[in-house]
């Protein structure tokens, strides 16, 4: 067999969860000068540049959600699959034990994490045979905040803001459009969109997610799609979502567009969404040993170039200092556009932490406390435990809980991603409490914020899903949804579709 397989293929799924391809950065700097300094945008990009320098300096995992592994793998006649796969899975599980991947498998009935980022259907690997000699495999982390914003049109359809989508280039053109709004900052924007046009259900999303692995400076060998892509690219930034929904100049960094046949009865656009922490590398492999001959996306003998020239938060000087746990008057104190820096106690909660607190009483007190939405890469060391990755995950999954968690248990300060709807405004504003978003994807530079790992409840939910209790100090975020019913995400959906109205496809 191979000898250098195994390790190939766990420096490739080291690299890719830890280095964000040129390609990527390069788009991502562009995106940095494009925003205005001072701006709630540009303080957000300034904490993804820093989390891209310190995960590549750290060879950390740049975000938390190291997403469902996807190995497309070209082998010549002859390869023996069946080996392969098995030690893909292997080096997926050595990567997992360390911490490089959050271990993210769950059993979709009973919500067990196998632990080890394998059970059915994960990871997903595809193999097809073709005429070179040698065998190519590529990566890419797509993360589950940006796969939940994935849609898919069957055309002809009606649409928001856009009206009619027809079966033409145009109607093509105002599904992606839609995609993207309707994405707002929950995909953690700025993204990239892989778009088919055509095929079936399935093969439909396939192709789309496929269109990830071309580069963002890929000019399409379609004309017709070429132009496709340029007219999506020069009138999406005008939404002004912005990065992380924010509002901004910059919504999107990319936009590929494929195309497979279809059914005379069937018109799909179906569209991927792809966040800004786009992890896609490759490997051309010696198919005789194994051994890696090249790197694809990435030059290795071209050293890194950091996305930032001196690390740190830049501080404007108007933010606020908040320290847990505390108190109603406090939290109303806020105000929409708030920055705050938070310090002291705070808990994690996602899906599961929610879903019991519904049930049964907190194991912790949660008076006057700083709830966070996410699932941490934790690892132990000796008996104590350190968080590795910690950036916040998709709030709006909690809003059918949340609302009544912060009336029952006295929470003042909830941190996410994304917003949340109009339940939880009412509940910020009736029982006082505020909604913070931190930057999707900074698990490098949120990890930093926290100082100790105190103790963990429900650890049977499995290491994402656990309540840790941490101390933190000088948390970065902003505050998006007050206690006066303001949201600044209802705000920016609003002034965004209008401007959809606008664009007049
Ligand atoms: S950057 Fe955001 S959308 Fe992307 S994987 Fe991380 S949390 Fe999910």
Redesign the pocket.
């Known amino acids: 067999m191979l000898p250098s397989f195994f390790d190939s293929v766990l420096q490739l799924i080291v690299r890719t969860s830890t280095d964000l391809p040129p390609d990527v950065r390069a788009a991502m700097k562009h995106s940095l000068i494009s925003e205005p300094e001072g701006t709630r945008a540009s303080q957000a990009l300034t904490i993804i540049a820093q989390n891209i320098d310190l995960a590549a300096d750290g060879e950390g995992a740049i975000?938390?959600?190291t997403?469902m592994p996807t190995f497309e793998v070209h082998v010549p006649v002859g390869a023996n699959q069946i080996w392969m796969r098995q030690q893909i899975r292997e080096a997926v599980q050595e990567a997992t034990k360390r911490g490089k991947l959050r271990p993210n498998s769950v059993d979709s009935i009973t919500g067990k994490n196998s632990g080890d980022n394998l059970g059915p259907g994960t990871p997903i690997i595809h193999f097809d045979q073709w005429e070179r000699d040698d065998i190519e495999i590529k990566l890419i982390l797509?993360?589950?905040?940006?796969e939940n914003t994935n849609a898919q049109y069957a055309l002809p359809v009606e649409l928001p803001h856009l009206g009619r989508a027809d079966r033409t280039l145009d109607g093509v053109k105002k599904c992606i459009l839609h995609a993207v709004w309707n994405a707002q900052g929950k995909?953690?924007s700025p993204g990239a969109v892989g778009v088919c046009i055509g095929g079936d259900r399935t093969s439909g999303y396939t192709h789309a997610k496929e269109q990830l692995f071309r580069t963002l400076d890929d000019v399409n060998r379609d004309s017709r799609l070429a132009e496709l892509e340029a007219s999506i690219m020069s009138s999406v930034n005008s939404l002004e979502i912005g990065p992380m929904g924010f509002g901004g100049k910059v919504t999107l960094i990319g936009c590929k567009v494929g195309v497979l046949n279809r059914l005379p009865a069937s018109f799909f656009v179906s569209v991927a969404y792809d966040?800004?922490?786009f992890r896609r590398l490759g490997v051309v492999l010696d198919a005789s040993s194994g051994a890696i001959k090249s790197w694809m996306y990435r030059d290795p003998s071209h050293p890194i170039i950091p996305m930032l020239d001196q690390a740190g938060f830049t501080r404007t000087g108007r933010e606020i200092a908040l320290t847990s746990p505390l108190t109603e008057d406090a939290v109303r104190a806020l105000k929409v556009g708030d920055v705050v820096m938070v310090s002291g106690r705070m808990f994690t909660g996602r899906d599961a932490v929610h879903s019991y607190l519904m049930k049964n009483p907190p194991p912790v007190d949660l008076n006057g406390s700083v709830l966070y939405h996410c699932g941490p890469v934790v690892v132990k060391e000796g008996e104590t435990w350190r968080v590795t990755a910690a950036?916040?995950?998709?709030s709006i999954r909690e809003e059918p809980y949340q609302g009544e968690i912060i009336k029952r248990y006295g929470v003042r300060v909830v941190i996410g991603?994304g917003g949340m709807g109009a339940k939880t405004l009412a509940a910020l504003k009736e029982h006082g409490a505020v909604y913070l978003n931190a930057i999707?994807?900074a698990a490098q530079f949120y990890a930093r914020a926290i100082k100790k790992v105190d103790g963990v409840s429900l650890m049977e939910f499995g290491t994402p899903e656990a309540m840790w209790h941490l101390t933190v100090e000088d948390f970065p975020a902003i505050v998006t949804m007050d206690a006066h019913g303001n949201s600044l995400h209802k705000d920016i959906e609003q002034e965004s579709g209008a401007h959809l109205e606008a664009i007049g496809v």
């Open positions: 975000c938390q959600d997403g797509k993360g589950g905040g940006c995909g953690c966040c800004w922490a950036g916040p995950t998709t991603k999707g994807g």
